[in-house]
């Protein structure tokens, strides 16, 4: 969910600004390139009386030397900055030592949907262990959980995969990009695993699980036997920013208008996402959206590759599902164990949404984990990882122990 609302008019904002750039630095580079001008004037001779012709170099303006090396250099530096200024925004985060990509021994499948939509799925660990599935937010992609895979996958199958359109997934043919189409994605996902299941869900991977939890509330208890819910909300995204009141007054106006803009030029959207992130700019957006600044050098650019790699047309049907999505009413039916995980800094989806969803969960718990915003998943990524495992264990062990009492 790291292209919406505000962030979205800034993706719009920077892509713009890098073609100005470039034009701005041809321009000066091409006046700074320009000769300096001969002319033939007549002056009047006053020896003679007579007038002779004599030429004279126009040496005003652009054409003096220092204004020209100006020119030059500023045109220069602006080209460099507009096409190659990506390290200078990654100077001042730290080297770490992963990032997300790194994971690559997992077990492929595919599974085919009745859409067209082609899931692509990995699993991680011993398949005899209990499994966990996690969801992925809106335009990242498996590759977000990389660490959960490398801290869970000791002990849990652990499960991810693509939601349709992104990652390796494919785009469903009929372009329904609805929660309840992602849900039943999940679904398959579920019956693929052939077990019970722990749910895990980031941002828009955890309003997918309320929406399978509304499709499907016999599995609660049974086949789901735990749900953790990362940085994510229960309605409509817009109503739980840091600033709801001005979103929602530019969500009709604004925001949805840009959205099937956003559909209708692609291409050219995409294009500008990938002048954004080679100059930097797109790790600016990344970085002050989605994180609070103790992430690495590598976690930002793996997030502001995302900006251009995922299709903006596929982001923004989605987005426009989220915009018209709402599930409170769920949440006093969801009974199961649930985890809520969320980010003390998180200026996406609030606190005070994550606060909420306890209050109206039945068995739901909250961790709040600070020096984490939206990506906390990333920024503190063995905070969260632990706290998925010591819930998830106990799911299993209470599942184990009601079959054990023929419960």
Same mark, same amino acid.
């Not at 892509?15 to 002319?39: C, D, E, H, Q, W």
């Not at 030029?265 to 609070?292: D, E, I, K, Q």
């Not at 809520?340 to 994550?354: H, L, Y």
């Not at 739901?364 to 010591?390: K, P, S, T």
């Given at each position: ?54 030429? %004279?170099?126009?040496?005003?303006? $652009? ?36 990032? =997300? ?33 996690? *969801? ?5 992609? @498996? ?26 997934? *494919? ?12 849900? !039943?994605?999940? #679904? ?13 869900? @980031? ?7 309320? *929406?399978?939890?509304?499709?499907? =509330? ?13 940085? *994510? ?37 995409? $294009? ?61 039916? %969801? ?14 989806? %609030? =606190? !005070?949404? #994550? ?31 632990? $706290?998925?495992?010591?819930? !998830? ?7 184990? $122990? #009601? ?5």
């Amino acid at each position: 969910m790291i292209l919406l609302l505000c962030p979205l008019l800034w993706m719009w904002f920077y892509g713009l600004l890098s073609i100005a750039l470039i034009v701005l630095a041809f321009v000066l580079l091409y006046r700074a390139s320009r000769k300096r001008k001969r002319v033939v004037v007549t002056v009047r001779d006053s020896e003679s009386g007579g007038h002779r012709d004599t030429p %004279v170099m126009l040496d005003g303006g $652009a054409n003096r030397p220092a204004v020209r090396n100006a020119m030059l250099t500023v045109g220069s530096l602006l080209l460099l900055f507009a096409l190659m200024g990506r390290p200078s925004a990654m100077k001042f985060r730290p080297a770490g030592m992963n990032a =997300p990509g790194f994971m690559k021994d997992g077990q492929a499948q595919t599974i085919s949907r009745p859409d067209g939509t082609q899931l692509h799925v990995e699993s991680y660990g011993p398949a005899s262990g209990p499994v966990i599935i996690l *969801t992925h937010g809106w335009s990242m992609d @498996h590759r977000e959980w990389d660490y959960a895979k490398r801290d869970l996958s000791d002990r849990f199958r652990v499960i991810v995969w693509d939601l349709p359109g992104l990652g390796e997934s *494919t785009e469903p043919s009929n372009r329904d990009y609805s929660l309840d189409k992602m849900a !039943a994605d999940l #679904s398959a996902v579920v019956d693929y695993a052939g077990k019970p299941v722990v749910l895990v869900g @980031h941002s828009i991977g955890g309003m997918i699980n309320l *929406t399978y939890c509304r499709q499907h =509330p016999e599995q609660l208890g049974s086949r789901v036997v735990g749900v953790v819910q990362v940085d *994510t909300t229960y309605t409509n995204p817009v109503n739980t920013t840091k600033s709801p009141k001005f979103d929602k007054s530019l969500q009709k106006p604004v925001y949805e208008p840009l959205l099937h803009l956003t559909i209708l030029t692609s291409p050219l959207v995409r $294009a500008l996402n990938w002048l954004s992130y080679r100059n930097g700019l797109a790790h600016l957006m990344t970085a002050s959206s989605s994180f609070t600044g103790a992430e690495t050098r590598e976690q930002l650019d793996y997030a502001a590759r995302r900006n251009y790699e995922a299709s903006p047309a596929v982001v923004a049907r989605g987005t426009l599902a989220m915009l018209h999505w709402d599930a409170t009413p769920v949440l006093p039916k %969801v009974r199961t164990q649930t985890l809520i995980i969320e980010g003390a800094q998180d200026s996406t989806t %609030v =606190p !005070a949404a #994550s606060r909420f969803m306890r209050e109206s969960m039945p068995a739901a718990e909250l961790e709040m984990v600070d020096q984490a915003a939206h990506l906390g998943l990333l920024e503190q990524n063995r905070r969260y990882d632990d $706290a998925i495992r010591r819930f !998830a264990e106990t799911c299993f062990a209470r599942a184990a $122990a #009601s079959r054990a009492a023929g419960f």
